[in-house]
Protein backbone atom coordinates (compact mmCIF):
# COMPACT_ATOMS: atom_id res chain seq x y z
CA UNK A 1 0.00 0.00 0.00
CA UNK A 2 1.63 3.41 -0.80
CA UNK A 3 1.03 6.29 1.53
CA UNK A 4 1.68 9.86 0.66
CA UNK A 5 2.57 12.63 3.55
CA UNK A 6 3.61 15.83 3.72
CA UNK A 7 3.44 18.39 6.74
CA UNK A 8 3.31 22.07 7.37
CA UNK A 9 4.63 24.00 10.03
CA UNK A 10 4.89 27.38 11.53
CA UNK A 11 7.76 29.97 11.92
CA UNK A 12 9.80 27.86 14.57
CA UNK A 13 9.01 24.14 12.73
CA UNK A 14 6.63 23.23 14.97
CA UNK A 15 4.14 20.75 12.98
CA UNK A 16 0.88 22.76 12.27
CA UNK A 17 -0.71 20.18 9.84
CA UNK A 18 0.43 16.38 9.37
CA UNK A 19 -1.63 15.06 6.32
CA UNK A 20 -1.43 11.89 4.38
CA UNK A 21 -3.41 9.60 2.07
CA UNK A 22 -3.21 5.76 1.60
CA UNK A 23 -6.00 3.12 -0.09
CA UNK A 24 -6.65 2.16 3.12
CA UNK A 25 -7.52 5.63 4.87
CA UNK A 26 -7.82 8.35 2.25
CA UNK A 27 -7.36 12.08 3.22
CA UNK A 28 -6.35 12.45 6.86
CA UNK A 29 -5.07 15.61 8.33
CA UNK A 30 -4.20 15.78 11.67
CA UNK A 31 -4.24 19.72 12.53
CA UNK A 32 -2.57 21.55 15.71
CA UNK A 33 -2.07 19.32 18.89
CA UNK A 34 -3.86 16.81 17.21
CA UNK A 35 -0.69 16.05 15.07
CA UNK A 36 0.68 14.22 17.94
CA UNK A 37 2.84 11.25 17.67
CA UNK A 38 0.07 8.62 19.05
CA UNK A 39 -3.45 10.14 16.89
CA UNK A 40 -0.46 9.94 13.96
CA UNK A 41 0.79 6.65 14.86
CA UNK A 42 -2.57 5.23 14.83
CA UNK A 43 -3.81 6.91 12.01
CA UNK A 44 -1.34 5.62 9.77
CA UNK A 45 -2.20 2.14 8.12
CA UNK A 46 0.62 -0.21 9.82
CA UNK A 47 2.42 -1.36 6.78
CA UNK A 48 3.44 0.19 3.66
CA UNK A 49 5.14 2.68 1.47
CA UNK A 50 5.59 6.05 2.15
CA UNK A 51 6.35 8.37 -0.33
CA UNK A 52 6.95 11.86 0.50
CA UNK A 53 8.67 15.09 -1.94
CA UNK A 54 12.05 16.12 -0.27
CA UNK A 55 10.41 14.32 3.22
CA UNK A 56 13.66 12.70 3.79
CA UNK A 57 15.41 16.20 4.19
CA UNK A 58 12.11 17.99 5.71
CA UNK A 59 9.28 16.27 6.37
CA UNK A 60 10.38 13.38 8.48
CA UNK A 61 12.93 15.17 9.96
CA UNK A 62 10.91 17.26 11.47
CA UNK A 63 8.16 14.87 12.24
CA UNK A 64 11.18 13.20 13.96
CA UNK A 65 12.05 15.92 16.44
CA UNK A 66 8.26 17.23 17.13
CA UNK A 67 6.54 13.77 17.70
CA UNK A 68 9.69 11.56 18.71
CA UNK A 69 9.09 9.15 16.01
CA UNK A 70 11.37 8.18 12.91
CA UNK A 71 8.49 7.29 10.34
CA UNK A 72 11.69 5.39 8.22
CA UNK A 73 11.61 2.90 10.99
CA UNK A 74 7.71 2.14 10.40
CA UNK A 75 8.02 2.46 6.93
CA UNK A 76 10.03 1.94 3.20
CA UNK A 77 10.46 5.45 2.43
CA UNK A 78 10.62 6.79 -0.80
CA UNK A 79 11.51 10.51 -1.37
CA UNK A 80 9.83 11.49 -4.96
CA UNK A 81 12.86 14.67 -4.80
CA UNK A 82 15.29 12.33 -5.36
CA UNK A 83 13.95 9.78 -7.60
CA UNK A 84 12.91 12.40 -9.99
CA UNK A 85 16.65 14.34 -9.96
CA UNK A 86 18.11 10.84 -10.49
CA UNK A 87 16.16 10.65 -13.66
CA UNK A 88 16.41 14.04 -14.77
CA UNK A 89 13.88 16.00 -13.43
CA UNK A 90 14.60 18.93 -11.00
CA UNK A 91 12.94 21.56 -9.59
CA UNK A 92 10.64 21.83 -6.63
CA UNK A 93 7.63 19.83 -6.60
CA UNK A 94 5.29 22.73 -7.77
CA UNK A 95 7.69 23.34 -10.67
CA UNK A 96 7.65 19.66 -11.64
CA UNK A 97 3.87 19.84 -11.44
CA UNK A 98 3.68 22.64 -13.97
CA UNK A 99 5.55 20.53 -16.21
CA UNK A 100 3.46 17.65 -15.88
CA UNK A 101 0.27 19.80 -16.23
CA UNK A 102 -1.12 19.77 -13.08
CA UNK A 103 -3.10 22.55 -11.84
CA UNK A 104 -4.10 24.17 -8.38
CA UNK A 105 -6.54 25.69 -6.70
CA UNK A 106 -4.23 26.95 -4.20
CA UNK A 107 -1.72 28.73 -7.41
CA UNK A 108 0.88 30.41 -5.39
CA UNK A 109 0.63 29.50 -2.42
CA UNK A 110 3.79 28.09 -1.47
CA UNK A 111 5.52 26.91 2.06
CA UNK A 112 5.83 30.62 3.50
CA UNK A 113 2.11 31.50 2.75
CA UNK A 114 1.56 27.69 4.30
CA UNK A 115 2.67 29.33 7.61
CA UNK A 116 1.38 32.80 7.06
CA UNK A 117 -2.22 31.16 6.80
CA UNK A 118 -1.64 29.25 9.73
CA UNK A 119 -0.60 32.99 11.55
CA UNK A 120 -4.29 34.01 10.89
CA UNK A 121 -5.75 31.02 11.73
CA UNK A 122 -4.45 31.24 14.83
CA UNK A 123 -5.63 34.90 14.77
CA UNK A 124 -9.49 33.31 13.99
CA UNK A 125 -9.77 33.21 10.14
CA UNK A 126 -11.38 30.21 9.39
CA UNK A 127 -11.05 30.62 5.98
CA UNK A 128 -7.37 30.74 5.88
CA UNK A 129 -7.53 26.94 7.67
CA UNK A 130 -9.60 26.03 4.77
CA UNK A 131 -6.69 27.55 2.44
CA UNK A 132 -4.01 25.75 4.03
CA UNK A 133 -5.70 21.89 4.76
CA UNK A 134 -6.59 22.24 0.70
CA UNK A 135 -2.81 23.69 -0.55
CA UNK A 136 -1.59 20.64 1.91
CA UNK A 137 -4.31 18.26 -0.11
CA UNK A 138 -2.92 19.31 -3.02
CA UNK A 139 0.50 18.97 -2.37
CA UNK A 140 -0.19 15.09 -1.22
CA UNK A 141 -2.34 14.76 -4.71
CA UNK A 142 0.52 16.00 -6.72
CA UNK A 143 3.05 13.47 -4.98
CA UNK A 144 0.57 10.91 -6.24
CA UNK A 145 0.67 12.50 -9.82
CA UNK A 146 4.16 12.39 -9.83
CA UNK A 147 4.61 9.30 -8.51
CA UNK A 148 2.19 7.93 -11.37
CA UNK A 149 4.26 9.36 -13.80
CA UNK A 150 7.74 8.11 -12.89
CA UNK A 151 6.02 4.53 -12.30
CA UNK A 152 4.77 5.03 -15.69
CA UNK A 153 8.23 5.90 -17.34
CA UNK A 154 9.42 2.79 -14.88
CA UNK A 155 11.47 5.32 -12.59
CA UNK A 156 10.41 4.07 -9.68
Keep these: MNIYLDIE ?11 FRSEQTGLVQLVGSDASRA ?17 HS ?14 RDHFESIDLRW ?3 RNGITGGQ ?3 EVQLGISRETEGVDGLEAIR ?10 EALTTLLRYNEEDIDGMVAIHRHLAGLKMV
Design 9 to 19: TDWSRNITVVG
Design 39 to 55: RLLSALPRSGRLFTYNG
Design 58 to 71: FDLTVIRKCLDVDL
Design 83 to 85: VCQ
Design 94 to 96: KKI
Design 117 to 126: LWDRYRRGDG
